[in-house]
T-cell receptor, first 113, second 115 residues
Framework: GDSVTQMEGPVTLSEEAFLTINCTYTATGYPSLFWYVQYPGEGLQLLLKATKADDKGSNKGFEATYRKETTSFHLEKGSVQVSDSAVYFCALSEMAAGNKLTFGGGTRVLVKP | EAGVAQSPRYKIIEKRQSVAFWCNPISGHATLYWYQQILGQGPKLLIQFQNNGVVDDSQLPKDRFSAERLKGVDSTLKIQPAKLEDSAVYLC?????????????FGPGTRLLVL
């Protein structure tokens, strides 16, 4: 079945540092890929998405590129802020599976001033 | 545009009691999902509705969990009787197709603690 693996946290960074969160996936078909962010006490917010190979999703300074050859969708941000402290989830969906989301375990990011 | 609404936000019950959660999806979204998120893990799908029909309930523990979506809009998820391991955040999401991609939008969740 489908699965998503992302790096374990917590990841602790200083403000303005570069952030990378690795995400790899296993899928039977050709999935759509997503990054969701969860701030403390809140639900999940869609951060960015990509639907096909070499697509780059971007939002709020975050970027991720759909790499079919390496089955990866790594999340990056060039200069993090304290407000980026949250848990980040990588996820995939496939039309053949009813578009349900399969999530990774989440990566907690803590940005210190 | 209003987002996905859920209530209550928090619930504490004792084991073997029953509990119900409510979800109101974004207007016009035909598909509705319930996910269970155990602390420190990613959400896992419990049940998926398309309008008022069930698309996927393969991961729903049907001996204790039930869900319905009345008139293809609001949905309720019930647990009866609750077990300690049901302590989790229950997330409701609704989705809409935009081009070739189906994008899900999540509510704030209901945090359940079973004592």
């Amino acid at each position: 079945g489908d699965s998503v693996t992302q790096m374990e946290g917590p990841v602790t960074l200083s403000e303005e540092a570069f952030l990378t969160i690795n995400c790899t996936y296993t899928a039977t078909g050709y999935p759509s890929l997503f990054w969701y962010v969860q701030y403390p006490g809140e639900g999940l917010q869609l951060l960015l998405k990509a639907t096909k190979a070499d697509d780059k999703g971007s939002n709020k300074g975050f970027e991720a590129t759909y790499r079919k050859e390496t089955t990866s969708f790594h999340l990056e941000k060039g200069s993090v802020q304290v407000s980026d402290s949250a848990v980040y989830f990588c996820a995939l969906s496939e039309m053949a599976a009813g578009n349900k989301l399969t999530f990774g375990g989440g990566t907690r990011v803590l940005v210190k001033p | 545009e209003a987002g996905v609404a859920q209530s209550p936000r928090y619930k504490i019950i004792e084991k073997r009691q029953s509990v119900a959660f409510w979800c109101n999806p974004i207007s016009g979204h035909a598909t509705l999902y319930w996910y269970q998120q155990i602390l420190g893990q990613g959400p896992k799908l419990l049940i998926q509705f398309q309008n008022n029909g069930v698309v996927d309930d393969s991961q729903l523990p049907k001996d204790r969990f039930s869900a319905e979506r009345l008139k293809g809009v609001d949905s309720t998820l019930k647990i009866q009787p609750a077990k300690l391991e049901d302590s989790a955040v229950y997330l409701c999401a609704s989705s809409i197709r935009q081009g070739i991609i189906e994008t899900q939008y999540f509510g704030p969740g209901t945090r359940l603690l079973v004592l």
